[in-house]
C-alpha cells in the first residue's frame, strides 16, 4: 500500500460531531432528542443524564479509532511510518474538535475511567509493540526502555487530556499534542528512522 498521506479517517456520525461542537452540557434536552433522532421522553431512558450520553459517544468514538487504526496500520508499511500516522491521525481529529471538549469530557468520572482503560488496554499494547518492531527494525534506538518509553508517552496524553494544565483559549489542543509528542519520538529514532519519518514530520 501506498505510504502517501491520504489515509482517511472515517467521519463522525452526525450526531457525535453535534456534541463535539456543542458539548454536553449546554444544549437543552429537546435539542439533544431532535439531534439524536428521539423524543425527549425516549432520550431521558436511553441516556438518563449528560454523564451517560457523554460515556456512549465516547465509547462509539473509541470503536472508531480502532477501526481506523487498523485501516492505517495495513496503509503505512513501518512502525515508524505508522507511529507518525497515529500522530497525524490524532492531529487532524483534534484540529476539528472545540479546545474546551476533552477537558469538559473529562469532568465526567465514568468518561476519565474509560479513557484511563483504553490508553491501558488499546494505547500500551499499541505503542509497545511499534517500539518493538521499530528497534528490530533499527528504526528506533535499541537502547531505549520500551516499558518506560510507553509510560512516557501515555502521561503525556494525559497532559494533552487534563483540565488546567495550560491556560483556558491560549492554545488548540491539535498544537500542544504536536508539540508534546512529535520532538520526543524523533529522538527515539535511529538516523535511518529519522529519515524515514523526516516527510511524514515535515506534514504534521
Known amino acids: 500500500m501506498s505510504t502517501s498521506s491520504a489515509f482517511q479517517a472515517s467521519p463522525l456520525s452526525a450526531s457525535a460531531a453535534y456534541l463535539r461542537k456543542r458539548g454536553y452540557a449546554a444544549p437543552t434536552d429537546n435539542e439533544l432528542a431532535d439531534t439524536l433522532g428521539l423524543t425527549p421522553e425516549a432520550l431521558r431512558t436511553q441516556h438518563p443524564s449528560r454523564e451517560a450520553l457523554a460515556l456512549h459517544f465516547l465509547l462509539e468514538d473509541m470503536e472508531r479509532q480502532k477501526h481506523d487504526h487498523v485501516r492505517l496500520f495495513a496503509w503505512y508499511a513501518s512502525p515508524v511510518e505508522r507511529l507518525y500516522g497515529l500522530i497525524s491521525y490524532?492531529?487532524?481529529?483534534?484540529?476539528?474538535?472545540?479546545?474546551?471538549?476533552?477537558?469538559?469530557?473529562?469532568?465526567?468520572?465514568?468518561?476519565?475511567?474509560?479513557?484511563?482503560?483504553?490508553?491501558?488496554?488499546?494505547?500500551?499494547?499499541?505503542?509497545?509493540?511499534?517500539?518493538?518492531?521499530?528497534?528490530?527494525?533499527?528504526?528506533?534506538?535499541?537502547?531505549?526502555?520500551?516499558?518506560?518509553?510507553?509510560?512516557?508517552?501515555?502521561?503525556?496524553?494525559?497532559?494533552?487530556?487534563?483540565?488546567?494544565?495550560?491556560?483556558?483559549?491560549?492554545?488548540?489542543?491539535?498544537?500542544?499534542?504536536?508539540?508534546?509528542?512529535?520532538?520526543?519520538?524523533?529522538?527515539?529514532?535511529?538516523?535511518?528512522?529519522?529519515?524515514?519519518?523526516?516527510?511524514?514530520?515535515?506534514?504534521?
Open 90 to 204: 490524532s492531529i487532524k481529529d483534534l484540529l476539528d474538535t472545540p479546545t474546551n471538549y476533552y477537558p469538559d469530557l473529562m469532568q465526567y468520572p465514568s468518561a476519565a475511567q474509560a479513557m484511563q482503560d483504553y490508553l491501558a488496554q488499546h494505547s500500551t499494547p499499541q505503542l509497545q509493540q511499534l517500539l518493538n518492531e521499530g528497534i528490530r527494525q533499527g528504526l528506533f534506538r535499541s537502547d531505549i526502555n520500551i516499558q518506560l518509553v510507553t509510560i512516557i508517552l501515555i502521561q503525556q496524553v494525559n497532559i494533552v487530556l487534563t483540565p488546567g494544565i495550560f491556560p483556558a483559549g491560549s492554545f488548540q489542543v491539535a498544537e500542544i499534542f504536536r508539540s508534546i509528542f512529535l520532538y520526543y519520538i524523533r529522538g527515539l529514532c535511529t538516523d535511518q528512522g529519522a529519515r524515514l519519518a523526516a516527510e511524514h514530520f515535515a506534514r504534521l
